[in-house]
């Protein structure tokens, strides 16, 4: 690890360019209106960005290879995915979720 | 969740969320410790920089001595999907002030992003500072405490796996996308259903050519792209 100076830094710098790619659409928006292509466009994002946050942990990544399969995350997405169905509530299925994982660990 | 946008009920909406902040939350700070970080470092960097997995790899790159440059770079590569998320969000804060903006700007995440989009399917539409806000800073809270706690942790336990937390925001996920298919009327489900179905061969293929955080934007990107396509040949 470097010095604390250099981390620190690096801490400011980073922290600087998340928060401009967080706020910088928002203050820009506020001046500007999107195209209606755009808008529709954005209204994709909410479904592609979560299947994709998801099915990311279903594998694990081996770059210039097909990735590999997480069992655990897959079998444990299960359950999950059936009690989203059922029940539609938010808390009892992250619940389910971590229940599964851990009972598909012991288990292997 | 249902349509009050009151501070009471943000707290409830929000609850869900809290234990995958708290599961990666402490990872990071147990990886952070490994890492050589003080706990009181670590902390400030889940509160200076607040971006979830680019954190983890802030701190590996620090760890192999990076240089600052190409460091700020991958944060920013990894984290640019925020750019697309505040894009879809600020359409709703137009009326706010300009410095409500920038703080509801400043600590936005995926998990409040993907709480606020579902909340438009219950409020008609509507989304107000008051509750985006408490959203907001009720995550930010927790995730310093936990990256706290974690670090703290990180001196006798090495081994973050042992938390089968990392698994709830995976769930919450699963939740929220689920939950999103069935109450957004504005996209017919059908279509819906086939572009997340498409996304699981784009992130499959994907992972062997571009580094899993930076893929999130490119495969988001695609996605959207073929889910306008699809909606106009279904109509």
């Given amino acids: 690890m470097k010095s604390t100076e250099f981390v620190l830094f690096t801490l400011i710098a980073c922290g600087l360019v998340t928060w401009l790619s967080r ?9 500007f209106n999107l195209p209606a292509k755009v808008v529709e466009f954005l209204s994709f994002v909410p479904i592609t960005i979560m299947a994709a946050l998801w099915f990311e942990g279903l594998f694990t990544q081996h770059i210039g290879h097909l990735p590999q399969v997480n069992y655990e995350n897959l079998i444990a997405s299960i359950p999950t995915v059936l009690t989203a169905i059922l029940t539609k509530k938010l808390l009892l299925i992250v619940i389910v979720g971590i229940i599964s994982l851990a009972l598909v660990r012991l288990a292997v | 969740m249902d349509d009050s946008l009151s501070v009471e009920s943000a707290v409830k ?7 995958g902040y ?7 700070g147990i990886v952070a410790a490994a890492a050589g970080m003080s706990v009181w470092m670590a902390t400030l960097m889940s509160l200076i920089v607040y971006a979830g997995s680019a954190q983890f790899i802030l701190v590996s790159l620090l760890a192999i001595g990076t240089p600052m440059i190409s460091i700020v770079l991958s944060v920013f590569l990894v984290n640019s999907r925020m750019i697309l998320m505040s894009m879809t969000t600020a359409n709703f804060f137009k009326k706010n002030s300009m410095f409500e903006n920038i703080f509801l700007g400043s600590l936005i995440t995926d998990e409040s992003f993907a709480l606020s989009m579902n909340k438009l399917n219950f409020t008609d539409g509507k989304l107000d500072f008051k509750w985006f806000n408490t959203v907001n800073v009720m995550a930010y809270l927790v995730w310093a405490a936990s990256t706290a706690v974690g670090a703290m942790l990180g001196k006798v336990i090495t081994d973050p796996k042992r938390f089968d937390l990392d698994f709830a925001i995976t769930a919450m996920f699963i939740g929220l996308l689920y939950l999103q298919m069935i109450s957004d009327k504005s996209i017919k489900l059908k279509v819906q259903l086939i572009i997340v179905l498409l996304m699981l061969p784009l992130v499959y293929f994907g992972l062997i050519f571009i580094s899993s955080d930076l893929l999130i934007l490119v495969v988001t990107l695609i996605g959207c792209a073929l889910g306008v396509i699809l909606k106009h040949e279904i109509n």
Wanted: overall charge positive; glycine content about 8%; hydrophobic content about 55%.
């Fill in chain 1, 23 to 31: 706020i910088l659409p928002f203050v820009l928006l506020k001046k």
């Fill in chain 2, 13 to 19: 909406d929000t609850l869900p969320t809290v234990f």
């Fill in chain 2, 22 to 28: 708290i599961g990666i939350g402490i990872s990071f």
